[in-house]
């Protein structure tokens, strides 16, 4: 038997699986993030590690109120940080662990990567 990783063929998948099937991905990679202390979260949190030039992603929840997109897309726009909106506050806090938040920002250049790769390929 072999180890290691399992390849999937993403289109012998259907629409609904290959949503699930990233979503799992996307939901290891920010609970791995999380543990190893790479994501801020929070609005004002994510802001001011923006401006420290520590961030190397942010994601912004969806249905964020849209006052707190614009600012967050400022910042991230005005700090040359790269940035995703997408998914919903409560699912993105339940992968990380840190609910109540709507913003994560991404510290570590390699989790920021696979996760921005993630987010790209769910909406494919």
Do not use: P, W
Request: charged letters at 25%; hydrophobic letters at 40%.
């Amino acid at each position: 038997m072999s180890k290691g990783k399992k390849n999937v063929d993403l289109s012998a998948l259907s629409t609904e699986q290959k949503a699930a099937y990233f979503e799992r991905k996307l939901a290891s990679y920010m609970g791995f993030a999380a543990k190893a202390g790479k994501i801020a979260s929070g609005t004002n949190t994510c802001i001011f590690t923006m401006a420290k030039g520590k961030a190397r992603l942010l994601i912004i929840a969806d249905d964020m109120a849209e006052n707190s997109k614009e600012k967050l897309i400022f910042a991230a726009r005005q700090n040359e940080v790269e940035y995703r909106v997408f998914g919903h506050a409560d699912d993105l806090a339940h992968y990380t662990g840190r609910y109540g938040a709507g913003a994560f920002c991404v510290t570590d250049d390699n989790f920021a990567e696979v996760i921005a790769q993630t987010i790209d390929d769910t909406s494919k």
